[in-house]
């Protein structure tokens, strides 16, 4: 009995990160600065100071680096349906992991998230309207600013940690949309 459990584990295959670079460098920036502020957890002060570096750094790579685009990037779909206040567009939200290893229900939380609002006119929404929960994708597109500052939230609304950079949430607007 012992053995066939060893050789099951022995089976499952090792995650491969085929993500591109671009992409893995800005979720480990995230993951640098989540972590950082989570390091910190006894010392308010410092944690709160560290959180506000850790935001504008993100916001701030997204600007300058990224020149607010993304090409290629992969994700899971972690919701999708119509907008309840206007069924022409559909709103979807795609995690990508923060921490290696594939994309599941359990790490969700634990990922940057983007959320997506498309109208019936706007290219991606013919895929969008077909995602369903759990669909890996790969997607272009830009973040999407207000009066030219990068919104930022927490995905989990439930979190007791008040690190926004856990489950960092952006609105963005995809051009492309991929099913994997």
């Given amino acids: ?22 992409q893995t460098k800005f979720a480990s920036m995230v993951r ?18 560290l959180l506000e570096k850790g ?9 300058d680096s990224l020149k607010l685009q993304f090409k290629r990037w992969e994700a899971r779909v972690l919701d ?12 979807t939200s795609l995690g990508m992991n923060l921490d290696s290893g594939v994309m599941s229900e359990k790490t969700r ?7 997506s609002r498309a109208s019936q006119s706007e290219p991606a929404y013919a895929i969008l309207k077909t995602l369903k929960v759990g669909n890996n994708i790969q997607m272009d597109g830009s973040f999407t600013t207000v009066q030219k500052t990068i919104n930022m939230d927490s995905y989990n609304d439930l979190s007791k940690t008040k690190n926004v950079l856990d489950n960092p949430e952006f609105r ?9």
């Fill in 1 to 22: 009995m012992l053995l066939i459990i060893f050789l099951t584990g022995c089976m499952e295959e090792k995650y491969i990160d085929n993500r591109p670079a671009e």
């Fill in 32 to 49: 640098e600065w989540r972590d950082t502020v989570n390091a910190a957890e006894k010392n308010e002060a410092l944690r709160r100071q």
């Fill in 55 to 63: 935001v504008d750094a993100v916001k701030t790579h997204i600007q």
């Fill in 80 to 91: 999708v349906g119509p907008d309840p206040t206007a069924p022409e567009y559909i709103i």
């Fill in 109 to 115: 939380y634990r990922s940057v998230v983007f959320i």
């Fill in 172 to 180: 963005v607007e995809l051009s492309k949309v991929e099913k994997l």
